[in-house]
């Protein structure tokens, strides 16, 4: 499960948050070679934009707890549960867009944070660099360590070798 790094949104980010819902970026998802699917960009983003909200259904941790446990029996074996905070998480697993598709890269594109948008917390990941089409979107999913380890495949030259 990602772990969420929070803060209330200026009026900027709010208004990069609305512009983002009235004009999203231009994205595909295509096979990648970090995992199954990935989140291409399709047009230039600028570091510092909004790229997309990581959409899904908000659950308390007992219910996620559960549904985790419920998706590995059904051998579902990519993990869409993203943590807002100590009790919250975006569950994208069956309710979600294509955000759900981001790959974790330990020298990543982008990064993932929590914003609040009229008392409503929302996940929003921003560019961090420069991105240009056809590059793979990635964030660093902050997987916090587990002596179940998840070996990590993003290929980078400073790739730590685990997700967790
Ligand atoms: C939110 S999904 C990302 C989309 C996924 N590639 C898919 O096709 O459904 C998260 C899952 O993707 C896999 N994954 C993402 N980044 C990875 C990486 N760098 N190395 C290995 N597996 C990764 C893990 O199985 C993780 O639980
Ligand atoms: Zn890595």
């Known amino acids: 499960m990602e772990r969420s790094r929070g803060g209330a949104a200026p009026s900027s980010e709010l208004f990069a948050f609305n512009q983002l819902r009235a004009r999203k970026k231009e994205l595909k998802f295509a ?52 943590r807002i905070d100590d ?21 990543p594109n982008c990064t993932a944070r929590i914003i609040t948008i009229n008392s409503s917390k929302k996940i929003v990941i921003y560019a961090k660099t420069p991105i240009e089409p056809g590059e793979e979107i ?7 360590i587990e002596q179940e380890k998840i070996p990590c495949l993003c290929g980078s030259e400073k790739c730590r070798g685990f997700l967790n």
């Open 87 to 107: 009790d919250l998480v975006v569950d994208a697993t069956m309710k979600g867009n294509i955000g759900r598709l981001i790959n974790h890269s330990c020298s």
């Open 138 to 144: 990635t964030y660093d999913y902050h997987f916090p």
């Open 31 to 82: 096979r990648s070679p970090i995992h199954d699917w990935g989140l291409y960009a399709l047009e230039y983003i600028p570091a510092g934009d909004m790229v997309i909200e990581y959409v899904g259904e908000v659950v308390r941790q007992q219910v996620a707890d559960k549904r985790e446990k419920v998706y590995e029996r059904q051998g579902i074996g990519s993990s869409y549960l993203f």
